[in-house]
């Protein structure tokens, strides 16, 4: 088969097209035939020689596919080969093949086709994991969400109204808060020319955001404990702004709050199949009622992966950039 391939660490044209051995599907896996992936900044890290795959993972980038069933492992039941499905991966997205732990699929649901699916996966499971499986949002508290243009940022703000609580994002211009604004977000600050700390604030009767999903790390820090509110739960998902920061447990004590911060690829097998488990619960039905939907910035060819990575690093999209994959 091919995949993209990184010899050396370095820019976007590190990623090459090329042959590679197939892979096979050993115990408890499900063998894909990738119709598409999607690019992640967890993609950009690996390129760059910041984020190797957990042991065992596919050396390969891509945390998330859509595709059909093409062969199945021992111990595997209740999928079929011909089955549509999308994946939350380790690794291996950007190829044409890929062995997956049958707890980390999905089918395709209603409504959503089968490259557009590949726009799911990872997005889905990190909101879920951490916005309601971790910090517990309910209805009627308030969810700031930062970046809310991104991948994970247009699915956050849509599943924070399913669940009926108040959405306020951050985002960088008029045009990223106006598409936040179409799905459905409440608050809409522009973190270049305001003050997302005084803007939640108002927005609530000084009371604060009741959770904050961050992927800016360490410069947020300090301004996200006093976005929070009494009780609140800051879930820190990205290190964007840096990874060291000085934190004032005084002021987190004085409002009886938590900071939880996670990654999502390398956790353990059946860590991922209950976050999985929890979203074709959870999600799926929002999903196939149209109540949800993936947000697709572009999509492109995999031999284009390198101007894929160039429209996240340009931090110009809204929602997801897709790559379709050719059948092997």
Request: net charge negative.
């Amino acid at each position: 088969m091919h995949a993209i391939t990184i010899e050396q660490p370095g820019g976007p044209e590190a990623l090459v097209w090329t042959d590679v051995p197939d892979p096979v599907a050993g115990e408890g896996e499900v063998l894909v035939e990738v119709a598409a992936s999607a690019v992640n900044r967890a993609d950009l890290l690996q390129r760059q020689g910041f984020y190797n795959p957990p042991p065992g993972a596919s050396p390969y980038p891509g945390l998330e596919c859509s595709g059909r069933v093409s062969a199945i492992g021992p111990g595997v039941s209740g999928w079929a080969v011909g089955d549509e499905v999308c994946a939350l991966l380790s690794g291996g997205g950007y190829a044409q093949q890929v062995a997956v732990p049958a707890g980390q699929l999905l089918p395709v649901p209603a409504g959503v086709d089968l490259v557009t699916a590949a726009a799911l996966p990872e997005a889905v499971a990190t909101v879920w994991s951490n916005v309601f499986m971790v910090a517990g949002l309910r209805p009627a508290e308030t969810l700031l969400v930062h970046g809310g243009s991104s991948g994970i940022g247009t699915m956050a703000i849509q599943l924070g109204k399913a669940v009926g609580a108040k959405v306020a994002v951050t985002a960088g211009g008029p045009e990223k808060l106006a598409r936040c604004a179409e799905l459905g977000a409440d608050v809409l600050i522009d973190y270049r020319e305001q003050d997302f700390v005084e803007e939640i604030k108002a927005a609530t009767g000084g009371a604060g955001a009741d959770v904050i999903l961050d992927i800016m790390g360490a410069k947020y820090l300090d301004r996200n404990v006093s976005a929070l509110a009494v009780n609140g739960r800051l879930a820190v998902i990205g290190l964007q702004g840096g990874v060291k920061a000085e934190l004032n447990l005084a002021a987190l004590m004085a409002k009886r709050a938590a900071i939880t911060a996670t990654t999502l690829r390398a956790r353990p097998l059946e860590e991922k199949a209950a976050i999985v488990a929890a979203v074709r619960e959870h999600v799926w039905p929002l999903v196939s009622a149209g109540r949800v939907r993936p947000v697709v910035h572009a999509t492109l060819p995999i031999t284009e992966a390198a101007e894929a990575h160039r429209v996240l690093e340009a931090s110009s999209h809204v929602g997801k950039v897709l790559l379709t994959v050719p059948t092997a």
